[in-house]
């Protein structure tokens, strides 16, 4: 599976949107980018995936670059609840099971 | 709606002691993981199954057992339990035709004395 590297930490004010960044410059043509958030001491929580085109959910949309090798993860209007530890994954889909292998992750804190 | 259950939340064992963590889940995933998370770290995998019946290891296997007997449990076994397992373990689960999706449960603290 690809390497992925995000920035260990960022701030963000409430009410505006928070942009976090992933490269995964080892990206093969079949693995996807999947972003899950950890919530301080629960389990994590998937937010969104795609290949190559950008995807938007109810949560938050996820803008890749047309090469693959990065992509941004945007929360439109990020509240107090959104602060968490947020993992950039990259992985391939297969009938052994789709076992994600979580980095450490980038800590937002969204500020009052 | 329970969706993934683990079993106990807490528990403190001493050195060389046994115990099994349960996970159980009730949307009749194919796919069922479990993790483990220590301080400053993100989540490694120990093993997971794609079905039941079935096992794998993960990233960190050493010292645990898994087994799945059926579709709806999953669980990690503790032969004789170090120091070095004192961590934070989940259970997740995923759908064949979702597998992107994975389910967690909460969370067992575990503490080796």
């Known amino acids: 599976d690809a390497k992925t590297t995000q920035p260990p930490s960022m701030d963000c004010a409430e009410g505006r949107a928070a942009n976090l960044p992933c490269n995964h410059s080892?990206?093969?043509?079949?693995?996807?980018v999947y972003w899950y958030r950890q919530i301080h001491s629960q389990g994590p929580q998937y937010i969104i995936h795609?290949?190559?085109n950008n995807e938007t959910n109810e949560m938050a949309s996820l803008i890749i670059t047309e090469d693959r090798k990065s992509s941004t993860l945007i929360l439109p209007h990020a509240t107090l609840r959104d602060t968490a530890v947020y993992y950039c994954?990259?992985?391939?889909?297969?009938?052994?099971?789709?076992?994600?292998?979580f980095g450490t992750g980038t800590s937002l804190t969204v500020i009052p | 709606n329970a969706g993934v259950t683990q079993t106990p939340k807490f528990r403190v064992l001493k050195t060389g002691q046994s115990m099994t963590l349960l996970c159980a889940q009730d949307?009749?995933?194919?796919?069922m993981y479990w993790y483990r998370q220590d301080p400053g770290m993100g989540l490694r995998l120990i093993h997971y199954?794609?079905?039941?019946?079935?096992?794998a290891k993960g990233e960190v296997p050493d010292g645990y057992n898994v087994s799945r007997l059926k579709k709806q449990n999953f669980l990690l076994g503790l032969e004789s339990a170090a120091p070095s397992q004192t961590s934070v373990y989940f259970c997740?689960?995923?759908?064949?035709?979702?597998?992107?999706?994975?389910?967690f449960g909460q969370g067992t603290r575990l503490t080796v004395v």
């Open positions: 994954i990259v992985r391939a889909i297969s009938n052994t099971g789709n076992q994600f292998y």
């Open positions: 080892t990206i093969s043509g079949n693995e996807y």
């Open positions: 997740a689960s995923s759908y064949y035709g979702r597998s992107h999706e994975a389910f």
């Open positions: 949307m009749n995933h194919e796919y």
């Open positions: 795609g290949l190559k």
């Open positions: 199954s794609v079905g039941e019946g079935t096992t």
